[in-house]
T-cell receptor, first 109, second 116 residues
């Protein structure tokens, strides 16, 4: 089962980059790192995933360390709508995915 | 990405009754996952549902309490049986999708259940 460690909460000023760290030291070589977020009262939303290389999409960037034991999700220009709980997890396709407690990100005006 | 519809979106139920939650996906998927999210908590996996086979339950969840059906590749149901107030939660259906089949999950909006 996946086990990740994330800060309980973080603050970020609106317009600044939000950098959310995650430790996943037990990840196996073929397992992906996935990030999701959950805005209050909504279902979780997939953000981005990666295996070894850094990844970028329209929502965020994902930086994975060379040893793959940790990663950072970057929201380049945070807005108030990015206030949510962010979950980092890992696994392989069709594997069950176990969620940790996540990071509650507050974007401050 | 897969589009997932859940019914009901919310319900208020009496203790001792049962409720069936439906999950409809707009594409055929192999694996479907049911999660529970208790108030203020993270997501907890209840079971994995494969079409044509019995669901696989996580520790702490049993078939008698949470029977699951998976009649085809686009549909599943989760029943919460003999409900108590402790079953008040959001129940979420999810599927692994994505164009490259790399396992990212997509979720329905959840079914918010309140048991009185």
């Amino acid at each position: 089962d996946a086990k990740t460690t994330q800060p309980t909460s973080m603050d970020c000023a609106e317009g600044r980059a939000a950098n959310l760290p995650c430790n996943h030291s037990t990840i196996s070589g073929n397992e992906y790192v996935y990030w999701y977020r959950q805005i209050h009262s909504q279902g979780p939303q997939y953000i981005i995933h990666g295996l070894k290389n850094n990844e970028t999409n329209e929502m965020a960037s994902l930086i994975i360390t060379e040893d793959r034991k940790s990663s950072t999700l970057i929201l380049p220009h945070a807005t108030l709508r990015d206030t949510a709980v962010y979950y980092c997890t890992f696994g392989y396709r069709d594997d069950k995915i176990i969620f940790g407690k996540g990071t509650r990100l507050h974007i401050l005006p | 990405s897969a589009v997932i519809s859940q019914k009901p979106s919310r319900d208020i139920c009496q203790r001792g009754t049962s409720l069936t939650i439906q999950c409809q996906v707009d594409s055929q998927v192999t694996m479907m996952f049911w999660y529970r999210q208790q108030p203020g908590q993270s997501l907890t996996l209840i079971a994995t549902a494969n079409q044509g086979s019995e669901a696989t339950y996580e520790s702490g969840f049993v078939i008698d309490k949470f029977p699951i059906s998976r009649p085809n590749l686009t549909f599943s149901t989760l029943t919460v049986s003999n409900m108590s107030p402790e079953d008040s939660s959001i129940y979420l259906c999810s599927v692994a999708g994505g164009p490259a089949n790399t396992g990212e999950l997509f979720f329905g909006e959840g079914s918010r259940l309140t048991v009185l």
